[in-house]
């Protein structure tokens, strides 16, 4: 049985509860044996009382102990660890291995995917990417991985960091697209939800072909006319801004028919 220790209670940390005790209930050799937090508010839904800890110095006994914090506490968190020589890994997509305490034996658990509070989730299709400073502990690292998803992989710091601002783009920029789009709804009185089938077909299509395969659009088209007409209707000039550098983006990388 690998007992495994949660440490920090944000929106990954409760995704990783919850696929942790579902694995166990399965009869999965994995155990959830504490998770961590300095504000319990909500975590007593998630696991028994017995197994919250508020106290890092009275950190039960594990085999791994996954920080589940935010980038700028990983090191100082890290470093407050009561032990030495343990297996502590991160779950950061853009934090070096190396910025783990030296104390304790380090390693990654990355899954690449959004997380949102009370936003249900299937683990088991989500990506964890793995690294380690020794293949013992990959090992171990990988059958905890393997417990909760159907596809870990192995990938180095410089191969997470450059996947992890690939992420962004598809993830965060995308969304600050959507938000931009449901500003421009609101300004025109129509609603967010007729675009929706759009957003749908157009993840769906990239599921299928390559994104420049997939690509359509006036930019596309080299459509100066109505490329011009939608930067007459902006009004915001940071959406023009962006608008234009988006287009300009297109037309630099596809075929002007």
């Known amino acids: 049985m690998i007992k495994v220790s949660i440490i920090g209670f944000g ?4 995704h990783l509860i919850t696929a942790f005790e579902k694995a166990e209930s399965q009869g999965c050799e994995i155990k959830l044996v504490e998770v961590y937090a300095r504000k319990t508010e909500g975590l ?10 508020t106290d890092l110095d009275q950190l039960a006994a594990a085999d ?4 589940a914090v935010s980038d700028s506490a990983i090191a100082e968190v890290s470093s407050l660890l009561p032990f030495k020589n343990r297996l502590v890994v991160h779950t950061s997509g853009g934090v070096p291995l190396d910025d783990l305490d ?27 990417g793995l690294e ?3 293949s013992t502990d990959f090992q171990l690292i990988k059958k905890v ?6 596809a870990v992989f192995v990938i180095n710091s410089d191969q997470r960091k450059a996947l992890h601002l690939a992420a962004v783009f598809v993830n965060n920029f995308s969304n600050h697209l959507y938000s931009i789009a449901d500003a421009i709804c609101e300004e025109h009185h129509l609603p967010f939800e007729i675009l929706k089938p759009l957003i749908r077909e ?18 596309k088209r080299g459509d100066t006319e109505t490329i011009q007409a939608h930067l007459e209707l902006i009004t ?14 297109i037309l630099n990388n596809g075929t002007i028919l």
């Open 11 to 14: 929106n990954l940390a409760q």
């Open 236 to 249: 915001n000039e940071n959406q023009r801004k962006i608008y234009q550098l988006l287009t300009q983006s």
């Open 145 to 150: 991985a393997s417990a909760i998803s159907n």
């Open 202 to 219: 157009t993840t769906d299509k990239i599921m299928l072909i390559s994104p420049d395969e997939a690509q359509t659009g006036p930019a």
């Open 44 to 53: 007593s839904a998630l696991v028994p009382f017995e197994k919250i800890c």
């Open 102 to 128: 030296h104390n304790n034996r380090k390693g990654v658990f990355y899954p690449v995917q959004s997380f949102t509070k009370n936003k249900e989730i299937d683990f088991s299709g989500i990506p964890i």
């Open 64 to 67: 791994l102990y996954i920080l």
């Open 132 to 134: 380690s400073q020794n």
